[in-house]
């Protein structure tokens, strides 16, 4: 008997189901294990095949999902990345992306319930992501390539079905956002004129990380007009500045995605991340007088944080709460379009490396394949 059969002899890992594969997306409806879209039957075949890229004990929990703070095994992890039509060879960045998530500065219950629209974006960096084909360029964000899509489905399916993140239940989102449905992609480090985010925080470059920020779905910048890195940067400080961002008075790890024209034009002229993070904090600032009396009062005032209890109308406010706090990454294709995407704010982004269940470095996912 193998591994995978020991553990559906327990009755709350299998269910016995008509095998139509129409009947069983109805079961998913019904019970709430979908997230609306036709899943594949996480057959114990399937699963089996899933968890050829797992090293470690399939039945142990790798972290608890809140808000129901579910076991998240890499058994139940492997189904919902079936279902979410993931090729096994994913599975270890959707564990990846997991374990990231779990720990506390991401603040997942936090995330998971709020009325706020985020959702977990998955940034991969490194030589896994042309492993496995995840886009960076054109449509990165967007629909067509199966890496992207299902990595990024699979983690949401997770979060419901082990979570309980239920929309209206355990997902309390006012209006919600389609980045709910999947939000992954690679960056175009081989577009992009700076380190790439893994190695700016101080891995080597030919390790595989994962980033995951709180992230709403992108804000498009366009600027086809600006021949310098300083237009640019007005344009972005402009599109930035805006008084319903949660960032404005909660600390978060908002990201900047450059398109790699943008970028060239800005790192042209001398600018490195470091220097577009300082310009944009210094710039992209609105004054006090712009929010309503109420958030004046108890978003700025009545917050000991904040330094803004005796501040004058005129104090301009910074977008977010420190220079160092901006995620500066480039992603997408040809074109002279860039992205900001505001932070659900009391969160910070938690990047995890990969690596195998002794520690070491993993440069490749065939390394963890063990069936």
């Not at 940067?233 to 790890?253: K, W």
């Amino acid at each position: 008997m193998t591994r995978l059969a020991d553990l559906l002899e327990a009755p709350e890992n299998r269910l016995e189901a008509d095998a139509d594969i129409e009947a069983i997306y109805e079961l998913c409806l019904e019970r709430g294990w979908s997230d609306g879209l036709p899943v594949i039957p996480p057959t114990a075949e399937r699963v089996e095949r899933m968890l050829a890229y797992c090293d470690r004990p399939w039945g142990e929990p790798i972290a608890a999902i809140p808000p129901r703070y579910g076991a998240a095994t890499p058994l139940r992890l492997a189904a919902n990345a079936v279902m979410a039509g993931c090729r096994p060879q994913y599975f270890p960045l959707v564990m990846l992306a997991i374990e990231a998530m779990a720990e506390e500065p991401f603040n997942l219950y936090g995330i998971q319930a709020t009325t706020h629209p985020c959702a977990p974006l998955i940034i991969v960096n490194g030589p896994v992501a042309q492993e496995l084909a995840i886009n960076s360029g054109h449509s990165a964000f967007g629909a067509g390539c199966r890496s992207n899509a299902t990595i990024g489905r699979a983690v949401r399916l997770a979060l419901v079905n082990i979570g309980g993140a239920v929309p209206g239940l355990g997902d309390m989102a006012t209006a919600g956002s389609p980045a709910k449905y999947t939000f992954c992609a690679a960056e175009n480090a081989a577009a992009s004129p700076w380190e790439p985010l893994h190695v700016e925080l101080g891995y080597p470059a030919a390790v595989s990380t994962v980033t995951v920020v709180a992230a709403e779905g992108p804000h498009n910048i366009n600027d086809h007009e600006s021949l310098s890195g300083k237009g640019i940067l007005t344009t972005f400080a402009g599109s930035i500045a805006s008084t319903g961002a949660n960032d404005v008075y909660h600390r978060g790890t908002p990201v900047l995605a450059f398109g790699p024209e943008h970028a060239a034009t800005v790192a042209s002229d001398g600018y490195s991340k470091a220097d577009v993070k300082r310009y944009l904090f210094e710039h992209a600032r609105l004054p006090l007088s712009r929010f309503s009396e109420e958030n004046i009062a108890r978003r700025f005032r009545a917050k000991p944080d904040l330094p803004y209890a005796n501040a004058s109308l005129d104090t301009l406010v910074p977008m977010w709460q420190a220079a160092e706090d901006l995620i500066v990454v480039v992603i997408g294709g040809a074109g002279k379009h860039s992205a900001y995407l505001p932070t659900f704010g009391t969160t910070r982004a938690v990047t995890r490396a990969l690596k195998d269940r002794d520690g070491r470095f993993v440069h490749s996912i065939e390394e963890l394949r063990t069936a």
